[in-house]
């Protein structure tokens, strides 16, 4: 069997299995690996080079497990590429009438007419087609282990398609490889590259990835029966006014080298209301996606602070106007209560909090949070803001600029370090084979636009990256978990050589076959030797 069959089969075997995020399946591929690995003589007599790892999937009812495999080069050394990958996949609720089908490439090939050149499938090229890579790459080079001379460290998680608990629940295995003697000098992502880049087709590589951010408004207005509307101050108004402000606002995109990426999104926005009340609304919430590629979480803030004194002043002047308006035409009901509404940070809610509650609050605090029930890690730190509200005594009108989970830290090559720039060097000396031998041209692209795992093996943070999160995210350490010294024991290089296909994450989802398995593994090995010759040596 040639290489591109023996690569097809475990891409649709992988396929096969319907492994969407947080599904009691989700680790099923990770399993799949495992014992696909436990055949080979190599892990027969090396067992422990397989971990099968519980990754804590924060307020699921589903455990995640993820797979870390290590192959050693034949010749002793501490050197050591580090590829990652994830299992998990989206769902398939756009597929419709054909969802059932979501994950058989045989019949979706039959149903889109497929030319022979492109496998269809959830996951076929976001990203099982990586993870069959990688697992081609194990199962040769613990045949072979002269074909490198570095030692290949493997992660293969879940999660990454919601909140990477897969990637930051191994962090901790790969650190005790480093305390153990092993030197990691760089990562390797197989992301396709359309993720990355959306609507690009074709060969492309990643030196960098996006950061992201979850900037998050609570805001507290004033009750008062509807009659009385202007004895109140409506959270709705005013949080539809800050979605108004930051929704797409172009002033918030954060460009990196004249490149810029959208610029937020509001992912919820809603009343803090389990009922049908006629009251004016006095809680109310709003989250956003934001890409961050220089924009640190204290320059955010900042930003969510201005954002939100806008909106409050704004919506006290429409207050203002809509009763002297309804006054002149007639209007009799209850006096207009001005307010002077005030923006505070989650730090300084939660510092009133402890101010009126006294030594206790951070115990109580924590009882709190241990009782929320499982569920969307989002709606339970949502949960804690509106519970330090209630327990800080402040009387609204005003509005709480705090962070959600996830955080992905920024990462980019194109820096002064001598391995960063070891890694952009080899990255294209695999564009130029690509060019000469295949007459082919790959795009070269600084962050990976899609946002994945290598975030949390290349961030370089420091402190005053994340105090901020820290005093500013609900639940910090327990709702939402980072291993920060591990993390920041990494700073790898990294880089993304993947697949190309079209459409990820839609019905059409297919991968190009030509390249992503007849050229692709060989520029993948050769990348691994290039990084090698590259970086600095450590032995």
Known sequence: MDKREYLLDIIKDLV?????????????????????????????????????????????????????????????????????????????????????????????????????????????????????????????FASDRSLFDVNLVFAFVGDEENSSAGMRGVLPAIAAMQSEGL????????????????????????LGTLGKLMPSFYVRGRVAHVGNYYDGFSAILAVSRIVTHAEGNPNLADPLNGVSQPSWMCIDVRPLRDVYSVTVADRACAYFNCFAATNTPASVMEQMKFIAAQSLEETSRQLAASYKALRDSGYEGSAFVPSAPRVLTLDELAAAARKKVGASFDSELKLFIESIPPGDMRARGIKVVDHIADLSGVEGPYAVCFFLPPWLPVRTDFTDDANDRAVVEAARAVERQLEEKYDMKMTEIELFAGLCDLSYVGARTAEPDIEPLEKNMPGWGSIYKIPLKEMQGLRLPVVNLGPSGEEAHRKGERLHLHYSLEILPSLLRSLIGELSARLERGD
Not at 94 to 123: E, N, S
Not at 185 to 200: F, K, Y
Request: glycine share 8%; aromatic share 8%.
């Open 183 to 206: 030197e990691f000098l760089a990562a390797i992502n197989t992301e396709p590259g359309e993720a990355g880049h959306s609507g690009a087709v074709g060969p492309m590589v990643y």
């Open 16 to 140: 096969k299995i319907p492994s969407f995020t947080e599904s009691a399946a989700e680790s099923a591929p990770g399993q799949y690996i495992r014992e696909r690995l436990e055949k080979l003589s190599y892990f027969r007599e090396n067992p422990e080079r397989l971990q099968w790892i519980d990754t804590p999937l924060e307020g699921a009812a589903e455990k995640l497990h993820s797979l870390v495999v290590r192959v050693d080069a034949a010749k002793t050394t501490k050197r050591t590429l580090l590829l990652i990958g994830h299992y998990d996949v989206v769902d398939v609720a756009c597929y419709g009438d054909i969802a059932a089908h979501a994950c058989d490439p045989d019949w979706l090939g039959q149903y889109f007419k497929a030319d022979g050149d492109v496998l269809y499938g959830r996951g076929a090229m976001d990203m099982k087609c990586g993870v069959a890579l990688e697992i081609d790459l194990i199962e040769e």
